[in-house]
């Protein structure tokens, strides 16, 4: 058989050669090249990091390898602080066989505590490395995220456009034209936000108890949306956990008439007796999720029946597989998931990819429509929303290429541009198998006990979710 390196086979399409060859001798080289006992071992070289903000802050991570094949992955939202996490999981990856992302995500998790203190921030600067690290893998192998998550079960993923940036009004040009421009992009389903500062029905600026002002006040900005928008369209609402049991109940309550697609977060997301209680109050169905992190964070959300919809944002629930994970788990109590979403075309069509195989998929937030500009520059690939859906293509990995110049206008000023990974190599490795140090050797991404070692950042990032800008 004509030998062939890893390299031929990924660098263009296989079918040129299929009339050379015929399809069997294709099947062997690329079985023989993709093999993980025979192809030759890709290693880790470096971890890099850029820091953007568009609709939120968010950091994009670069994993490289001996073999010129790189991966990206995102963080967003408790992304601020992520860096020296980033850095410290880098460190531990240099000169690592990137395809063991189990291994290496599992003893980052028991390496740190991941939870209370703990939470957020790590688990976030884990999900970047780890999509980051499927992006690679897919690369690596030929295919694309989709396949290596279990197959696909939908070609097109179904995007939901949250309004922008200017709440919706009734009887207001702005928001006239921001509707018809949602539904003239294709868009079957929107979000539109409740909660407002602003509102001077409020009874004062820290009180989130809703006054009968406030509360019709959204009803009649849904009744304005359901009237205006076509029958088709499937709306949702999103109250930020900012109000307290009785205004949550109540305003669900009312908003029942108007068949809202859900209610995002009546009360805060860690109060899950309240939300069972709001949940159990009503028939509008109610959501939350994108402040919950891996597994165990969804757990007592999905046993105590508190959600109807459970929303993990794949950028910073703990990764790709991570998210995968917790959509089986809901699957088991028949709860769907809609993905919170605010991230860069890198984030969308991760979560994309995840979403094509889950059963249990209702819909996936999409956030920059006031973005157009970034949003359609990118990525070299263009806009990757078409008609309300994303469709991930059979290109292995995420399936696209960053187009740097674009990324870099949107560049946090003062933050490192995707530099080498500073102090590089003094980590310990991660464990694994048949690799140095042995599946029961190695120390977490920490290092040990403790945890990700957190080093002062260069320079400090901006608060998080520092625009004000609402999800
Ligand atoms: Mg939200």
Not at 26 to 31: G, H, L, P, R, V
Not at 79 to 104: K, M, S, V
Not at 237 to 246: S, T, V, W
């Amino acid at each position: 058989m004509k030998r062939f390196n890893r390299r031929s086979l990924m660098k263009g399409s296989l079918m040129p050669l299929a009339g050379a060859l015929g399809l069997p001798s294709i099947s062997e080289a690329a079985q023989a090249t993709a093999s993980a006992s025979r192809r030759p071992k890709l290693r880790i070289t470096d971890v890099r990091t850029a820091e953007v903000q568009v609709h939120s802050y968010q950091v994009l991570v670069r994993i490289d390898t001996d073999q010129g094949i790189s991966g990206l992955g995102e963080c967003v939202d408790a992304a601020t602080g992520a860096i020296p996490n980033i850095r410290a999981f880098g460190r531990q990856l240099i000169g690592q066989d990137p395809l063991n992302i189990e291994a290496f995500w599992e003893r980052a998790r028991t390496g740190g505590i991941f939870n209370g203190a703990q939470a957020g921030q790590f688990t976030c600067a884990l999900t970047a490395v780890e999509s980051a690290l499927w992006d690679l893998a897919g690369k690596a192998l030929g295919v694309p995220i989709w396949q290596l998550m279990g197959g696909r079960i939908r070609s097109q993923v179904r995007i939901y456009a949250d309004a922008g940036a200017r709440e919706l009004r009734p009887n207001d040009d702005y928001s006239k034209n921001q509707m018809k421009r949602i539904v003239d992009m294709g868009f079957l389903a929107t979000k539109t936000d409740l909660d407002d500062a602003g509102d001077p029905n409020r009874l004062d600026r820290v009180n989130w108890t809703a006054t009968v002002g406030e509360v019709d006040r959204m009803i009649e900005q849904i009744r304005f949306l359901r009237e205006g928008y076509p029958k088709n369209m499937n709306l949702a609402a999103d109250m930020h956990g900012r109000y307290d049991l009785g205004t949550a109940k109540r305003v669900a309550k009312e908003l029942e008439p108007f068949k809202l697609m859900w209610l995002e977060e009546p009360v805060p997301p860690g109060e899950v007796d309240a939300m069972a209680d709001v949940r159990h109050s009503t028939s509008t169905p109610i959501a939350c999720g994108e402040n919950v992190y891996m597994r165990w964070g969804f757990r007592e959300l999905l046993e105590k029946k508190a959600v109807d919809i459970i929303q993990p944002d794949f950028q910073k629930c703990g990764g790709l597989l991570e998210a995968r994970k917790i959509a089986d788990m809901a699957h088991t109590y028949y709860v769907p998931l809609a993905p919170h979403g605010v991230s860069s075309p890198i984030g969308m069509m991760g979560t994309a990819q995840v979403c094509s195989v889950i059963p249990n998929f209702l819909v996936q937030e999409w956030h920059w429509i006031d973005e157009m500009d970034s949003w359609t520059n990118w990525v070299q690939e263009g806009n990757i929303i078409n008609k309300g859906v994303i469709a991930p293509t059979d290109a292995p990995g995420l399936g696209l290429t960053l187009n740097e110049e674009a990324a870099k206008r949107r560049q946090v000023p003062g933050t490192p541009w995707f530099e080498p990974l500073p102090n590089a190599g003094r980590g310990r490795g991660f464990s694994a198998p048949g690799g140095p140090g042995g599946p029961d050797g190695g120390r977490g991404a920490g290092g040990g006990r403790g945890g990700a070692a957190v080093a002062p950042a260069a320079g400090a990032p901006p608060a998080a979710n520092a625009g004000g800008r609402q999800q």
